[in-house]
């Protein structure tokens, strides 16, 4: 019976630590299970604190881009570099401006605990793209030169050129169509070009082309210092500006702001304006001064005294700008038109054109150069004039980089010297409007 028991109390001892040995597993298999568990937790909240800083990074660098498109498209100050603070991280912009493509790169990079994400923008600037291939283009109504008027540079028109003693063209002269016409006028070729083309060139002992002379029906023209062709008509060519064009700027100056019903700048006062649509006339007094900062639509006339300046602001950089009139414009003695490049008011001249041009654009009808779309009298330094539907009129000592009209009339000793950087003309609605996004991407 003892042996028995003993058995029994053996077989019970063995079953109680075979329990315990299991119970001892399962906890173990347990704790593994929760360590693990628990070190998937911690990793996942790891990741999810990464995530979510890299998160603020990622919204740090870009508030940095939009806060420089801000002020891009604003004309606020826009440093080449700058940081700021947001929130427990940091932005830093940096700007790189490529001034022949027109374009920006602005790189921010947003910095939030040591986790940095770097955005990067392209801008480009959205402009109206003209071409002005000649000093003087003219349409239907032609050319009347009076004596001592100087072009340096070509001329086309589609309509007569016609000039007076000693009248001088460095250039070619081209009158087209099958009555094109041009008519004592001494084309020279000192600074290139030199050579006419019409159907008729005429003039006698008061013709003098150094270069060749074209013609379809007839020449008589005492000098030719090149060859004598016949040829046929040069065709006709249209006006650089369309009217789409013109209307894209008048909405943009509409889009500035609440209209304003006319405007007048006194006497020596100074003053910003544009975009902006002028309801009436716009009159700048003797020596007052305007900076343009955007495209301005006048309805009425335009009316510039002596001595009066206006300039593009410097944010239209290699951007032109434009003042487009329903009326006459009328420019008095002595007026600067400038671009972007400013005004030198130690020697009252603009200073040397980077490519920015101002233009005063008149939509006034008039067949007549004494009643002109626009007048421009003596010893005005001007950018571009151009009339789309009538007369240009340049009174003797006028001086001015390009000239377009449907008609044009230049007094004695009028001037236009044109200048090269006209063929590529890029007109912006204004510091900030001329500017589009291309493209945006994380690049870290």
């Keep these: 019976m003892e042996n028995k028991k003993n058995i029994k109390r053996s077989l019970s001892g063995k079953k109680g630590f075979a329990a315990l040995y299991i119970a001892i597993v399962v906890l173990i298999i347990m704790l593994g299970i929760a360590m693990s568990l628990a070190f998937l937790v911690v990793n996942q909240q790891k990741i999810i604190g990464n995530s979510l800083t890299s998160y603020k990074s990622f919204s740090a660098a870009e508030a940095g881009i939009e806060d420089a498109l801000l002020r891009l498209t604003k004309g606020m100050n826009l440093p080449s570099s700058y940081t700021l603070t947001l929130g427990s991280g940091t932005f830093n912009v940096v700007?790189?401006?490529?001034?022949?493509?027109?374009?920006?790169?602005i790189t921010s990079t947003g910095n939030v605990n040591s986790r940095i994400r770097k955005v990067q923008v392209v801008c480009r600037i959205s402009t109206t793209d003209l071409s002005f291939h000649y000093g003087i283009q003219v349409g239907d109504l032609g050319l009347q030169m009076n004596g001592n008027a100087v072009v340096h540079g070509n001329i086309f028109s589609n309509g007569p050129i016609t000039g007076d003693s000693n009248t001088k063209i460095y250039g070619d002269a081209i009158s087209a169509g099958p009555s094109g016409l041009i008519n004592t006028m001494n084309i020279k070729d000192d600074e290139g070009g030199g050579s006419a083309w019409a159907a008729t060139i005429t003039g006698g002992n008061k013709c003098v082309?150094?270069?060749?002379?074209?013609?379809?029906?007839?020449?008589?023209?005492?000098?030719?210092g090149g060859s004598i062709s016949p040829g046929t008509p040069v065709t006709p060519q249209d006006m650089p500006i369309t009217q789409d064009e013109i209307d894209d700027?008048?909405?943009?100056?509409?889009?500035g702001g609440t209209p304003i019903a006319g405007y007048s700048l006194g006497g020596n006062d100074e003053d910003s304006l544009g975009p902006i649509k002028v309801d009436g006339d716009m009159s700048l007094d003797s020596n007052a001064e305007l900076t343009v900062t955007g495209t301005i639509w006048v309805t009425g006339d335009l009316s510039l005294t002596s001595n009066v300046k206006v300039q593009l602001d410097s944010g239209y950089g290699i951007l032109s700008g434009v003042i487009v009139v329903e009326g006459q414009i009328f420019v008095d003695s002595n007026v600067v038109l400038c671009g972007s490049e400013g005004f030198k008011e130690a020697v009252k001249e603009c200073y040397p054109s980077t490519g920015s041009y101002l233009m005063l654009l008149s939509t006034y009808p008039s067949v007549f150069s004494a009643n002109p779309a626009i007048s421009a009298k003596s010893n005005t330094e001007t950018a571009v004039l151009y009339a789309s539907a009538g007369f240009v009129s340049l009174d003797s000592s006028a001086a001015l980089k390009e000239a377009t009209g449907l008609g044009i009339y230049m007094a004695s000793n009028a001037e236009v010297t044109y200048e090269t950087g006209l063929v590529d003309a890029r007109f912006g609605s204004g510091p900030g409007g001329g500017w589009q996004v291309a493209s945006w991407k994380e690049i870290e």
């Design 249 to 255: 700027w008048q909405k943009e100056a509409e889009d």
């Design 209 to 224: 082309i150094d270069g060749d002379a074209h013609y379809t029906t007839s020449i008589d023209c005492d000098t030719v």
């Design 95 to 105: 700007i790189l401006s490529d001034i022949i493509e027109g374009t920006k790169t």
